[in-house]
């Protein structure tokens, strides 16, 4: 079995070491995958637009009806202490909400306690390898469930799409439903087509991430034209440049798509000059946020 780390983590109320922490096995996460998580990252210490990952995971709980068990300030609170425990200064943090514990009944229990899980972990960013040379993503059918927009910790369609791309040596897998993009297995993506920043626009079939706003917001910092609108597999097969957004890969480049290279002339197959500057533009919203 994997050793697991002995970092301090949170539990419905209390503070544990992370390879002792223990649920119930008919908590209706661990029976239906009936919850919703958070990820959030953490720069020196800073947590990195908090309040945007409250206002999501606000949403995805209304969504599958879980009240939320903690305003914004003590959910903030939990996470300094976590924070403040852990050693390194560059975290992730991870929250999770479920339904809580009841005798397994897909109907939705009435007045059982959400159980609460937090921890956090190092910050393992892109390498200065993958952010020179660009990384490379396969391609798939989305054959995941309908409702993409909730952060549910249902991830197993997730998982196998994944995998796809991990089976080939691949960062990412990019999904396409009904011939159009919806998002990477764990990412969102972004298109750029004659100098404009491009994305899918905001339906059940994807999850907001926190970049979308943040992506945008840079763009326009940048005088770069930006456009949520539906976008074909045979757009982003020609796109100009790729790149994925996430918490853990910030703004990140793709180079190959299905062993063919990204985007044309003398930077076919190379980081392009927009992701240049979203890049940068990133790294100083991350600094004026933790000076």
């Given at each position: 079995m994997q050793d697991l780390?002995?970092?301090?983590?949170y539990l419905n109320g209390d503070y544990t070491p992370l390879n002792l922490a223990k649920v119930s096995v008919l908590d209706r996460g661990f029976l239906f995958g009936d919850g919703i998580y958070e990820v959030v990252p953490?720069?020196?210490r800073s947590v990195f637009r908090f309040d945007a990952h409250m206002a999501r995971l606000d949403r995805s709980l209304a969504k599958v009806r879980i009240a939320n068990p903690h305003t914004a300030a003590e959910w903030l609170a939990r996470c300094r202490k976590l924070i403040d425990a852990h050693p390194a200064d560059n975290q992730l943090?991870?929250?999770?909400?479920?339904r809580g514990v009841a005798l397994r009944d897909h109907v939705m229990p009435a007045g059982i306690e959400p159980t609460?899980?937090?921890?956090?972990?190092a910050l393992k960013p892109p390498s200065a390898e993958q952010r020179h040379r660009g990384v490379a993503c396969t391609t798939a059918r989305d054959f995941r469930w309908e409702r993409g927009d909730i952060k549910s910790i249902s991830l197993l369609g997730n998982v196998l799409a994944r995998q796809m791309s991990a089976d080939h040596g691949a960062a990412e897998?990019?999904?396409?439903?009904?011939?159009?993009l919806t998002e990477a297995a764990s990412c969102n993506v972004w298109v750029v087509h004659e100098g404009a920043v491009l994305g899918p626009p905001t339906s059940e079939h994807l999850l907001e991430g926190i970049r979308f706003e943040l992506i945008r917001e840079l763009c326009e910092e940048e005088g770069i034209a930006f456009n949520l609108r539906p976008i074909s597999e045979g757009e982003v097969v020609a796109a100009d440049e790729l790149m994925l957004s996430s918490a853990t890969k910030e703004v990140l480049p793709v180079t190959t798509l299905d062993g063919e290279s990204v985007g044309h002339g003398a930077l076919r197959g190379k980081p392009?000059?927009?992701y240049a500057r979203l890049y940068a533009a990133y790294q100083r919203a991350k600094a004026a946020q933790c000076a």
């Open positions: 780390p002995d970092t301090l983590c953490v720069y020196a943090l991870y929250l999770q909400v479920t609460v899980f937090m921890m956090t972990s897998t990019i999904l396409f439903r009904d011939g159009f392009g000059p927009v």
